[in-house]
């Protein structure tokens, strides 16, 4: 629902503005709902890889945490937490003691039940931006090296699309995209500075 003030500066908008006779109702349409798309979060064919739509690869990223380049982050929205296994902790250089006690437990995929080791609270880089982000760290075998779930998506306000390999999110008044890592494989492993995979 528009108000009257609103309504009429969208009308005296249009009636100053000087359109083309060439211009079709469409194309005016068209312009219209990219004016308005311009503050919207969204994705499009335009937005789609080289692949288009004939992949089911997961959304990874590359990010910076701890002064390390940290490949095979995976950014999933159907996750409710933020995830860093303690093999990640080791090779981007924290400890134990730098983990908060956590009396928390979860379910994994297979129904078990797994306990938190401890939150971590780090600040990320991404895009030029940083974040604080608060993981829940778990002993786990995993194919990737954090995974960023709906408390970091949510509190950013990023959209992510597995099926355009990208994630969005507001800075000011900027949209931010961050692609894919096209190149890498899930599991793309992380070394410790001893030489140990993560």
Request: with cysteine; aromatic share 6%.
């Amino acid at each position: 629902m528009v108000s009257l003030k609103h309504k009429e500066v969208l009308l005296k908008s249009l009636q100053t503005s000087q359109v083309s006779k060439d211009t079709t109702p469409e194309q005016l349409t068209n312009l219209v709902a990219a004016v308005r798309a311009s503050t919207a979060l969204s994705f499009s064919d335009q937005d789609l890889t080289l692949e288009r739509k004939n992949h089911s690869k997961p959304l990874l990223v590359t990010m910076l945490c701890n002064q390390k380049k940290v490949p095979s982050v995976l950014v999933d929205n159907g996750s409710a937490l933020n995830i860093c296994p303690l093999s990640t902790t080791t090779a981007i250089g924290f400890c134990p003691n730098d983990f908060t006690p956590s009396y928390q437990g979860i379910m994994a995929y297979d129904n078990s039940r797994r306990d938190v080791v401890g939150n971590l609270s780090t600040t990320i880089f991404m895009a030029d931006e940083t974040f604080d982000v608060e993981f829940q760290v778990l002993d786990i075998k995993s194919s990737f090296n954090l995974l960023l779930g709906r408390p970091w998506l949510h509190t950013v306000g990023v959209v992510p699309s597995s099926l355009h390999q990208k994630l969005k999110f507001m800075k000011g008044s900027r949209v931010i995209t961050v692609r894919g890592d096209e190149d890498l494989e899930v599991g793309a492993i992380l070394s410790d500075p001893h030489g140990n995979s993560a």
